[in-house]
Protein backbone atom coordinates (compact mmCIF):
# COMPACT_ATOMS: atom_id res chain seq x y z
CA UNK A 1 0.00 0.00 0.00
CA UNK A 2 1.03 3.73 -0.71
CA UNK A 3 1.68 5.79 2.04
CA UNK A 4 -1.16 9.08 1.52
CA UNK A 5 2.00 11.01 0.80
CA UNK A 6 3.37 8.73 -1.54
CA UNK A 7 0.22 8.52 -3.28
CA UNK A 8 -0.08 12.35 -3.83
CA UNK A 9 3.43 12.59 -5.15
CA UNK A 10 2.62 9.79 -7.46
CA UNK A 11 -1.23 11.52 -8.40
CA UNK A 12 0.98 14.76 -8.93
CA UNK A 13 3.03 13.22 -11.43
CA UNK A 14 0.21 11.43 -13.05
CA UNK A 15 -1.25 14.16 -13.89
CA UNK A 16 1.23 16.45 -15.08
CA UNK A 17 2.54 13.99 -17.72
CA UNK A 18 -1.28 13.32 -19.15
CA UNK A 19 -1.71 17.08 -19.05
CA UNK A 20 1.67 17.93 -20.58
CA UNK A 21 1.02 15.22 -23.21
CA UNK A 22 -2.56 15.61 -24.33
CA UNK A 23 -3.48 18.79 -23.52
CA UNK A 24 -4.14 20.71 -27.14
CA UNK A 25 -3.54 17.60 -29.27
CA UNK A 26 -5.92 18.55 -32.00
CA UNK A 27 -3.53 21.58 -32.16
CA UNK A 28 -3.54 22.00 -35.65
CA UNK A 29 -7.79 21.75 -36.09
CA UNK A 30 -7.87 18.53 -38.12
CA UNK A 31 -5.24 19.57 -40.85
CA UNK A 32 -2.16 17.57 -41.33
CA UNK A 33 0.68 20.55 -41.33
CA UNK A 34 3.16 17.96 -40.17
CA UNK A 35 4.40 15.75 -43.61
CA UNK A 36 4.70 12.89 -41.89
CA UNK A 37 1.31 12.64 -40.09
CA UNK A 38 0.34 13.54 -43.73
CA UNK A 39 1.57 10.91 -45.21
CA UNK A 40 1.02 7.90 -42.65
CA UNK A 41 -2.91 9.37 -42.85
CA UNK A 42 -3.25 8.80 -46.76
CA UNK A 43 -1.43 5.02 -45.92
CA UNK A 44 -3.94 4.16 -43.77
CA UNK A 45 -6.69 5.77 -45.59
CA UNK A 46 -5.41 3.33 -48.65
CA UNK A 47 -6.07 -0.13 -46.39
CA UNK A 48 -8.97 -2.05 -46.06
CA UNK A 49 -9.74 -5.42 -45.08
CA UNK A 50 -8.55 -7.30 -47.97
CA UNK A 51 -5.92 -5.47 -48.52
CA UNK A 52 -3.49 -4.33 -45.75
CA UNK A 53 -0.69 -3.28 -47.19
CA UNK A 54 -0.11 0.23 -47.50
CA UNK A 55 2.27 1.43 -49.96
CA UNK A 56 4.32 3.34 -47.73
CA UNK A 57 7.51 2.32 -46.48
CA UNK A 58 9.41 5.41 -45.57
CA UNK A 59 8.06 3.95 -41.96
CA UNK A 60 6.78 -0.26 -40.92
CA UNK A 61 3.63 -1.16 -41.18
CA UNK A 62 3.31 -1.33 -36.88
CA UNK A 63 2.07 2.22 -36.16
CA UNK A 64 0.11 2.29 -39.39
CA UNK A 65 -1.76 -0.80 -38.23
CA UNK A 66 -2.00 -0.15 -34.61
CA UNK A 67 -3.91 3.22 -35.88
CA UNK A 68 -5.58 1.80 -38.02
CA UNK A 69 -7.37 -0.88 -35.63
CA UNK A 70 -7.94 1.67 -32.97
CA UNK A 71 -9.65 4.57 -35.56
CA UNK A 72 -13.28 4.41 -34.77
CA UNK A 73 -14.35 6.41 -38.04
CA UNK A 74 -11.26 6.51 -40.65
CA UNK A 75 -11.45 9.80 -42.30
CA UNK A 76 -8.33 11.94 -42.17
CA UNK A 77 -8.99 14.20 -39.41
CA UNK A 78 -10.52 11.43 -36.87
CA UNK A 79 -6.99 8.91 -38.35
CA UNK A 80 -4.57 11.91 -37.85
CA UNK A 81 -5.89 12.48 -34.11
CA UNK A 82 -5.42 8.49 -33.18
CA UNK A 83 -2.36 9.08 -34.50
CA UNK A 84 -1.59 11.62 -32.30
CA UNK A 85 -3.21 9.37 -29.26
CA UNK A 86 -0.83 6.88 -29.70
CA UNK A 87 2.14 9.19 -29.66
CA UNK A 88 0.88 10.76 -26.99
CA UNK A 89 0.44 7.19 -24.98
CA UNK A 90 4.53 6.36 -25.63
CA UNK A 91 5.46 9.44 -24.80
CA UNK A 92 3.77 8.72 -21.54
CA UNK A 93 5.32 5.34 -20.80
CA UNK A 94 8.58 6.69 -21.59
CA UNK A 95 8.22 9.17 -19.07
CA UNK A 96 7.62 6.39 -16.33
CA UNK A 97 10.70 3.76 -18.10
CA UNK A 98 13.13 7.48 -17.83
CA UNK A 99 11.92 7.36 -14.19
CA UNK A 100 13.24 4.22 -13.57
CA UNK A 101 16.72 4.98 -15.42
CA UNK A 102 16.81 7.24 -12.78
CA UNK A 103 16.15 5.89 -9.86
CA UNK A 104 18.69 2.91 -10.82
CA UNK A 105 21.68 5.62 -12.04
CA UNK A 106 21.58 8.13 -9.06
CA UNK A 107 20.27 5.12 -6.38
CA UNK A 108 17.94 7.93 -5.23
CA UNK A 109 13.98 8.64 -5.97
CA UNK A 110 14.52 12.11 -5.53
CA UNK A 111 17.12 12.67 -7.84
CA UNK A 112 14.70 10.62 -10.25
CA UNK A 113 11.80 12.17 -9.77
CA UNK A 114 13.58 15.52 -10.17
CA UNK A 115 15.21 13.82 -12.97
CA UNK A 116 11.14 12.93 -14.07
CA UNK A 117 10.21 16.44 -13.56
CA UNK A 118 12.96 17.84 -15.89
CA UNK A 119 12.24 15.17 -18.95
CA UNK A 120 8.39 16.22 -18.21
CA UNK A 121 8.91 19.73 -19.29
CA UNK A 122 11.50 19.17 -21.91
CA UNK A 123 10.44 21.02 -24.79
CA UNK A 124 11.42 18.53 -27.56
CA UNK A 125 9.60 16.04 -25.87
CA UNK A 126 6.10 17.98 -25.20
CA UNK A 127 6.43 18.51 -29.43
CA UNK A 128 7.00 14.59 -30.00
CA UNK A 129 3.92 13.77 -28.16
CA UNK A 130 1.88 16.12 -30.20
CA UNK A 131 2.91 14.74 -33.66
CA UNK A 132 1.33 11.69 -35.11
CA UNK A 133 4.42 10.28 -35.67
CA UNK A 134 6.85 7.35 -35.02
CA UNK A 135 9.08 9.64 -32.92
CA UNK A 136 7.30 8.89 -29.38
CA UNK A 137 7.43 4.88 -30.25
CA UNK A 138 11.21 5.10 -30.90
CA UNK A 139 11.76 6.99 -27.56
CA UNK A 140 9.56 4.96 -26.22
CA UNK A 141 12.01 2.00 -27.66
CA UNK A 142 15.27 3.08 -26.47
CA UNK A 143 14.33 4.24 -22.90
CA UNK A 144 13.16 0.23 -22.59
CA UNK A 145 16.29 -0.85 -23.89
CA UNK A 146 18.00 0.93 -21.78
CA UNK A 147 16.05 0.09 -18.99
CA UNK A 148 15.87 -3.25 -19.67
CA UNK A 149 20.20 -3.38 -20.53
CA UNK A 150 20.43 -2.85 -16.82
CA UNK A 151 18.01 -5.96 -16.06
CA UNK A 152 19.79 -7.96 -18.19
CA UNK A 153 23.13 -7.44 -16.62
CA UNK A 154 21.87 -7.65 -12.80
CA UNK A 155 19.82 -10.88 -13.85
CA UNK A 156 21.70 -12.62 -16.77
CA UNK A 157 19.57 -15.67 -15.78
CA UNK A 158 16.41 -14.20 -16.35
CA UNK A 159 16.11 -14.83 -20.57
CA UNK A 160 12.77 -13.07 -20.08
CA UNK A 161 14.33 -9.61 -20.04
CA UNK A 162 16.22 -10.24 -23.74
CA UNK A 163 13.23 -11.27 -24.30
CA UNK A 164 11.30 -8.30 -23.50
CA UNK A 165 13.90 -5.97 -24.72
CA UNK A 166 13.63 -8.61 -28.40
CA UNK A 167 9.86 -7.75 -28.53
CA UNK A 168 10.31 -4.08 -28.10
CA UNK A 169 13.47 -3.78 -30.34
CA UNK A 170 11.27 -5.45 -32.96
CA UNK A 171 8.41 -3.11 -32.57
CA UNK A 172 10.90 -0.15 -33.45
CA UNK A 173 12.11 -1.74 -36.59
CA UNK A 174 8.62 -2.76 -37.42
CA UNK A 175 8.16 1.35 -36.90
CA UNK A 176 11.66 2.69 -38.32
CA UNK A 177 13.99 0.00 -40.12
CA UNK A 178 16.46 2.80 -39.13
CA UNK A 179 15.81 2.15 -35.30
CA UNK A 180 18.01 -1.01 -35.25
CA UNK A 181 20.76 1.80 -33.78
CA UNK A 182 18.10 1.81 -30.92
CA UNK A 183 19.22 -1.68 -29.92
CA UNK A 184 22.73 -0.65 -28.69
CA UNK A 185 22.31 -0.74 -24.92
CA UNK A 186 21.67 -4.51 -25.26
CA UNK A 187 24.47 -4.94 -26.98
CA UNK A 188 26.30 -3.07 -24.19
CA UNK A 189 24.98 -4.78 -21.19
CA UNK A 190 25.83 -7.95 -23.19
CA UNK A 191 29.10 -6.97 -23.66
CA UNK A 192 29.56 -5.56 -19.63
CA UNK A 193 28.55 -9.39 -19.03
CA UNK A 194 31.15 -11.05 -21.26
CA UNK A 195 33.87 -8.49 -18.80
CA UNK A 196 32.50 -9.66 -16.10
CA UNK A 197 31.80 -13.60 -17.03
CA UNK A 198 34.24 -13.96 -19.48
CA UNK A 199 31.69 -16.68 -20.97
CA UNK A 200 31.68 -15.94 -24.98
CA UNK A 201 29.44 -19.08 -26.07
CA UNK A 202 26.62 -17.61 -23.31
CA UNK A 203 27.17 -14.15 -24.89
CA UNK A 204 27.36 -15.37 -28.27
CA UNK A 205 23.95 -17.48 -27.71
CA UNK A 206 22.36 -14.40 -26.33
CA UNK A 207 23.60 -12.24 -29.01
CA UNK A 208 22.29 -14.61 -31.70
CA UNK A 209 18.67 -14.89 -29.85
CA UNK A 210 18.25 -11.53 -29.63
CA UNK A 211 18.81 -10.87 -33.01
CA UNK A 212 16.46 -13.98 -34.19
CA UNK A 213 13.78 -12.63 -32.12
CA UNK A 214 14.05 -8.83 -32.93
CA UNK A 215 13.90 -10.04 -36.89
CA UNK A 216 11.11 -12.15 -36.19
CA UNK A 217 8.43 -9.42 -34.44
CA UNK A 218 9.71 -6.76 -36.83
CA UNK A 219 8.98 -9.36 -39.20
CA UNK A 220 5.51 -10.12 -38.06
CA UNK A 221 4.62 -6.33 -37.20
CA UNK A 222 5.74 -5.39 -40.79
CA UNK A 223 5.27 -7.81 -43.09
CA UNK A 224 5.18 -5.99 -46.63
CA UNK A 225 8.54 -5.09 -45.98
CA UNK A 226 9.09 -8.53 -47.04
CA UNK A 227 5.80 -9.14 -49.14
CA UNK A 228 6.27 -6.10 -51.37
CA UNK A 229 10.11 -6.64 -51.11
CA UNK A 230 10.59 -4.66 -54.26
CA UNK A 231 9.05 -1.01 -53.17
CA UNK A 232 10.14 -1.48 -49.73
CA UNK A 233 14.14 -1.51 -51.26
CA UNK A 234 13.23 0.98 -54.06
CA UNK A 235 11.81 3.14 -50.81
CA UNK A 236 14.70 2.35 -48.86
CA UNK A 237 17.09 3.57 -51.82
CA UNK A 238 15.06 6.91 -51.92
CA UNK A 239 15.18 7.16 -48.14
CA UNK A 240 19.03 6.52 -47.70
CA UNK A 241 19.86 8.99 -50.64
CA UNK A 242 17.74 11.82 -49.16
CA UNK A 243 19.37 11.04 -45.78
CA UNK A 244 23.29 11.23 -46.80
CA UNK A 245 22.62 14.27 -49.40
CA UNK A 246 22.87 12.10 -52.80
CA UNK A 247 19.61 12.63 -53.64
CA UNK A 248 19.04 16.65 -53.61
CA UNK A 249 15.43 17.83 -53.01
CA UNK A 250 13.78 21.31 -51.80
CA UNK A 251 13.37 20.40 -48.18
CA UNK A 252 16.39 19.64 -47.21
CA UNK A 253 18.44 22.40 -48.65
CA UNK A 254 19.04 24.22 -44.87
CA UNK A 255 21.53 21.37 -44.59
CA UNK A 256 23.94 22.23 -47.64
CA UNK A 257 27.02 22.88 -46.17
CA UNK A 258 26.22 22.58 -42.49
CA UNK A 259 28.42 20.88 -40.18
CA UNK A 260 28.04 17.55 -38.85
CA UNK A 261 27.73 17.65 -34.65
CA UNK A 262 28.15 21.60 -34.57
CA UNK A 263 24.83 21.74 -36.46
CA UNK A 264 22.39 19.81 -33.64
CA UNK A 265 24.15 21.77 -30.96
CA UNK A 266 23.69 25.04 -32.19
CA UNK A 267 20.26 24.78 -34.43
CA UNK A 268 18.40 21.97 -32.29
CA UNK A 269 19.72 21.22 -28.64
CA UNK A 270 19.38 24.69 -27.10
CA UNK A 271 16.12 24.88 -28.63
CA UNK A 272 14.53 21.17 -27.97
CA UNK A 273 15.71 21.21 -24.22
CA UNK A 274 15.55 25.01 -23.21
CA UNK A 275 18.96 27.48 -23.00
CA UNK A 276 18.82 26.81 -18.71
CA UNK A 277 18.69 22.44 -19.53
CA UNK A 278 21.15 23.09 -22.29
CA UNK A 279 23.81 24.82 -19.75
CA UNK A 280 23.44 23.09 -16.90
CA UNK A 281 24.00 19.59 -18.95
CA UNK A 282 27.22 21.11 -20.24
CA UNK A 283 28.34 21.50 -16.60
CA UNK A 284 26.98 18.17 -15.26
CA UNK A 285 29.34 16.70 -18.23
CA UNK A 286 31.89 18.10 -16.80
CA UNK A 287 31.33 16.93 -13.85
CA UNK A 288 31.06 13.33 -14.46
CA UNK A 289 34.45 14.00 -16.69
CA UNK A 290 36.06 14.93 -13.45
CA UNK A 291 34.68 12.19 -11.70
CA UNK A 292 35.86 9.40 -14.06
CA UNK A 293 39.26 11.26 -13.78
CA UNK A 294 39.64 11.15 -10.13
CA UNK A 295 38.11 7.48 -9.31
CA UNK A 296 38.63 6.27 -12.73
CA UNK A 297 35.13 4.22 -12.50
CA UNK A 298 31.40 4.71 -13.13
CA UNK A 299 28.67 2.67 -12.67
CA UNK A 300 27.89 0.05 -15.33
CA UNK A 301 24.02 1.77 -15.62
CA UNK A 302 25.46 5.05 -16.00
CA UNK A 303 28.37 3.83 -19.03
CA UNK A 304 25.62 2.21 -20.91
CA UNK A 305 23.18 4.84 -20.38
CA UNK A 306 26.10 7.83 -21.68
CA UNK A 307 27.64 5.29 -24.17
CA UNK A 308 24.42 4.36 -26.00
CA UNK A 309 23.45 8.35 -26.57
CA UNK A 310 26.52 8.79 -27.85
CA UNK A 311 27.07 5.80 -30.05
CA UNK A 312 23.30 6.94 -31.40
CA UNK A 313 24.41 10.82 -31.57
CA UNK A 314 27.66 9.96 -33.31
CA UNK A 315 25.64 7.98 -36.30
CA UNK A 316 22.78 10.06 -36.50
CA UNK A 317 24.64 13.10 -36.76
CA UNK A 318 26.95 12.65 -39.35
CA UNK A 319 24.27 12.50 -41.54
CA UNK A 320 23.31 15.22 -44.43
CA UNK A 321 19.99 15.86 -42.85
CA UNK A 322 19.89 16.51 -39.87
CA UNK A 323 16.35 17.25 -38.74
CA UNK A 324 15.11 17.78 -35.42
CA UNK A 325 13.26 14.23 -35.16
CA UNK A 326 16.46 12.25 -35.49
CA UNK A 327 18.16 13.78 -32.35
CA UNK A 328 14.49 13.00 -30.23
CA UNK A 329 15.74 9.21 -28.49
CA UNK A 330 18.48 11.18 -26.88
CA UNK A 331 16.71 14.69 -25.84
CA UNK A 332 16.14 12.99 -22.26
CA UNK A 333 20.28 13.00 -21.74
CA UNK A 334 20.23 17.22 -20.82
CA UNK A 335 17.97 16.59 -17.80
CA UNK A 336 20.09 13.54 -17.13
CA UNK A 337 23.75 15.28 -17.53
CA UNK A 338 21.34 18.29 -15.22
CA UNK A 339 21.41 16.08 -12.56
CA UNK A 340 25.01 15.57 -12.11
CA UNK A 341 25.07 19.66 -11.25
CA UNK A 342 22.08 19.17 -9.14
CA UNK A 343 23.14 16.62 -6.86
CA UNK A 344 26.45 18.76 -6.39
CA UNK A 345 24.09 21.51 -4.66
CA UNK A 346 23.84 21.96 -1.31
CA UNK A 347 22.04 25.21 -1.04
CA UNK A 348 18.12 24.49 -1.38
CA UNK A 349 16.97 28.35 -2.84
CA UNK A 350 19.65 28.10 -5.19
CA UNK A 351 18.52 24.41 -6.43
CA UNK A 352 15.10 25.41 -6.30
CA UNK A 353 16.07 28.77 -8.45
CA UNK A 354 17.83 26.00 -11.43
CA UNK A 355 15.05 23.81 -11.02
CA UNK A 356 12.57 26.75 -11.67
CA UNK A 357 14.49 27.95 -14.80
CA UNK A 358 15.13 24.33 -16.37
CA UNK A 359 11.41 23.96 -16.47
CA UNK A 360 10.47 27.39 -17.41
CA UNK A 361 11.24 26.78 -21.33
CA UNK A 362 8.96 23.80 -21.17
CA UNK A 363 6.09 25.67 -19.43
CA UNK A 364 6.57 28.30 -22.37
CA UNK A 365 6.47 25.81 -25.06
CA UNK A 366 3.07 24.88 -23.75
CA UNK A 367 1.70 28.08 -24.80
CA UNK A 368 1.13 27.04 -28.65
CA UNK A 369 -1.21 24.37 -27.06
CA UNK A 370 -3.73 26.73 -25.45
CA UNK A 371 -3.85 28.60 -28.48
CA UNK A 372 -5.35 28.64 -32.05
CA UNK A 373 -2.99 27.65 -34.55
CA UNK A 374 -1.19 30.96 -36.38
CA UNK A 375 -2.09 30.00 -39.80
CA UNK A 376 -5.78 29.48 -38.43
CA UNK A 377 -5.58 33.13 -37.24
CA UNK A 378 -4.19 33.77 -40.09
CA UNK A 379 -6.83 32.60 -41.88
CA UNK A 380 -10.02 34.10 -39.62
CA UNK A 381 -8.38 37.49 -40.56
CA UNK A 382 -7.59 37.29 -43.92
CA UNK A 383 -11.16 36.06 -44.49
CA UNK A 384 -12.19 39.28 -42.80
CA UNK A 385 -9.67 41.74 -43.58
CA UNK A 386 -8.71 41.37 -47.26
CA UNK A 387 -10.94 42.60 -49.98
CA UNK A 388 -12.78 39.44 -52.30
CA UNK A 389 -11.16 39.38 -55.51
CA UNK A 390 -8.08 40.21 -54.54
CA UNK A 391 -4.51 38.93 -55.90
CA UNK A 392 -2.40 37.27 -53.84
CA UNK A 393 0.68 35.97 -53.90
CA UNK A 394 1.82 33.25 -51.86
CA UNK A 395 3.99 30.36 -51.35
CA UNK A 396 4.23 26.73 -52.82
CA UNK A 397 6.32 23.84 -50.48
CA UNK A 398 4.71 23.69 -47.58
CA UNK A 399 2.68 20.72 -46.50
CA UNK A 400 -0.50 22.08 -46.04
CA UNK A 401 -0.81 25.57 -47.66
CA UNK A 402 -2.41 28.44 -45.40
CA UNK A 403 -6.38 27.06 -45.07
CA UNK A 404 -8.23 30.18 -46.33
CA UNK A 405 -11.68 27.49 -46.00
CA UNK A 406 -14.11 29.46 -49.10
CA UNK A 407 -12.13 32.47 -49.23
CA UNK A 408 -12.88 34.92 -52.69
CA UNK A 409 -9.35 35.78 -52.95
CA UNK A 410 -7.28 34.70 -55.72
CA UNK A 411 -4.11 33.13 -55.15
CA UNK A 412 -0.73 31.84 -56.65
CA UNK A 413 1.39 29.82 -54.52
CA UNK A 414 4.69 30.19 -56.50
CA UNK A 415 7.70 27.33 -56.52
CA UNK A 416 10.25 29.81 -55.40
CA UNK A 417 12.59 26.23 -55.00
CA UNK A 418 13.17 27.14 -58.43
CA UNK A 419 13.50 30.81 -58.53
CA UNK A 420 17.26 30.65 -59.03
CA UNK A 421 17.17 27.88 -61.49
CA UNK A 422 15.89 29.53 -64.52
CA UNK A 423 15.58 33.33 -65.80
CA UNK A 424 11.84 32.75 -66.39
CA UNK A 425 11.36 31.90 -63.64
CA UNK A 426 12.16 35.37 -61.90
CA UNK A 427 10.59 37.14 -64.58
CA UNK A 428 7.42 35.03 -63.64
CA UNK A 429 7.37 35.89 -60.59
CA UNK A 430 8.03 39.73 -61.68
CA UNK A 431 4.63 39.55 -63.62
CA UNK A 432 2.92 37.82 -60.75
CA UNK A 433 4.18 40.74 -58.23
CA UNK A 434 3.14 43.53 -60.53
CA UNK A 435 -0.59 41.94 -60.41
CA UNK A 436 -0.60 41.12 -56.89
CA UNK A 437 -2.09 43.36 -53.84
CA UNK A 438 -0.76 41.15 -51.17
CA UNK A 439 1.81 39.02 -50.30
CA UNK A 440 2.11 35.84 -48.03
CA UNK A 441 4.70 34.48 -46.14
CA UNK A 442 3.96 31.27 -44.99
CA UNK A 443 6.93 30.72 -42.75
CA UNK A 444 10.62 30.43 -41.88
CA UNK A 445 11.34 27.47 -45.08
CA UNK A 446 12.22 29.73 -48.29
CA UNK A 447 13.92 32.76 -47.01
CA UNK A 448 15.93 30.96 -44.05
CA UNK A 449 16.97 28.55 -46.31
CA UNK A 450 17.87 30.56 -49.62
CA UNK A 451 19.18 33.28 -47.69
CA UNK A 452 23.70 32.85 -49.12
CA UNK A 453 25.11 33.46 -52.61
CA UNK A 454 23.98 30.29 -54.31
CA UNK A 455 20.51 31.60 -54.62
CA UNK A 456 20.87 35.22 -55.72
CA UNK A 457 17.71 35.57 -57.15
CA UNK A 458 15.90 34.93 -53.93
CA UNK A 459 17.98 37.28 -51.88
CA UNK A 460 17.11 39.84 -54.11
CA UNK A 461 13.38 38.62 -54.04
CA UNK A 462 13.23 39.07 -49.49
CA UNK A 463 15.43 41.71 -48.70
CA UNK A 464 13.45 44.05 -51.27
CA UNK A 465 10.38 42.63 -50.03
CA UNK A 466 11.31 42.65 -45.72
CA UNK A 467 12.81 46.32 -46.83
CA UNK A 468 9.80 48.15 -48.29
CA UNK A 469 11.96 48.10 -51.41
CA UNK A 470 9.32 46.38 -52.87
CA UNK A 471 6.73 48.10 -52.71
CA UNK A 472 5.32 45.90 -49.85
CA UNK A 473 4.50 46.93 -46.34
CA UNK A 474 4.17 44.10 -43.16
CA UNK A 475 0.71 44.34 -42.51
CA UNK A 476 0.06 41.29 -39.69
CA UNK A 477 2.18 38.75 -38.10
CA UNK A 478 1.04 35.59 -36.66
CA UNK A 479 2.61 33.55 -34.40
CA UNK A 480 3.33 32.92 -30.47
CA UNK A 481 7.00 31.84 -30.51
CA UNK A 482 7.85 28.64 -28.97
CA UNK A 483 11.44 28.90 -27.30
CA UNK A 484 12.18 31.14 -24.03
CA UNK A 485 14.83 33.48 -25.23
CA UNK A 486 15.49 32.34 -28.44
CA UNK A 487 14.03 33.02 -32.03
CA UNK A 488 12.72 29.80 -33.07
CA UNK A 489 12.90 30.61 -36.64
CA UNK A 490 16.62 30.11 -36.05
CA UNK A 491 16.36 26.66 -35.14
CA UNK A 492 16.47 23.67 -37.63
CA UNK A 493 13.30 24.36 -40.01
CA UNK A 494 11.32 21.80 -38.14
CA UNK A 495 11.36 22.75 -34.87
CA UNK A 496 9.02 25.80 -35.58
CA UNK A 497 7.40 25.85 -39.53
CA UNK A 498 5.08 22.13 -38.60
CA UNK A 499 3.29 23.78 -35.56
CA UNK A 500 3.93 27.06 -35.20
CA UNK A 501 5.76 28.88 -37.94
CA UNK A 502 5.32 32.69 -38.31
CA UNK A 503 2.59 33.70 -41.02
CA UNK A 504 3.58 37.47 -42.14
CA UNK A 505 1.00 38.99 -44.37
CA UNK A 506 1.88 42.09 -46.49
CA UNK A 507 -0.11 44.36 -48.58
CA UNK A 508 0.86 46.97 -51.65
CA UNK A 509 1.81 50.29 -50.09
CA UNK A 510 -0.40 52.33 -52.42
CA UNK A 511 -3.79 49.95 -51.15
CA UNK A 512 -3.62 50.94 -47.81
Known amino acids: MLSKKKFVVSLFFFILVLFTRFWGINWSQSFAFNPDENNMVSAILQMNPLNFNPNFFAYG ?35 YIFYLIGKKVFSSKKLALLFLTLIIFTPGLIQSAHFGTTESILIFVFAANIFLSFKIYDHPQKIYYLLLASLISGIGLATKISSLILTIPVFLSLFFLFIKNHSFKKTFL ?89 KHHLNVYLLITLFSSLIYFIYQGQLFVKWTRFMSPIFFMFPFLSIFLFQKIKNSLLLYVLIFLSVLPGVYFMRIYFSVDSRIRATNWINKSIPENSQVLSESGNVVNIPLFDSKINVTNFDFYTLDDTLSSYQELEKIIKKSNFIFVPSRRVFKNQDNSSYPLSQRYYRSLFSGELGFFLSNTFSDSNSLFLNSENAEETWSVFDNPVVRIYQRRDEK
Open 61 to 95: QFPLYLTYLTTPIHNFSTIALTLRFWSAVFSCLSL
Open 206 to 294: NFCFFISIVLFFGLILSPYNLIDFQNFISSMKYEIGVANGSIQVFYTRQFIGSLPYLFQFQKIFPYTNGVFIYIFSIVGLILIIKEFLK
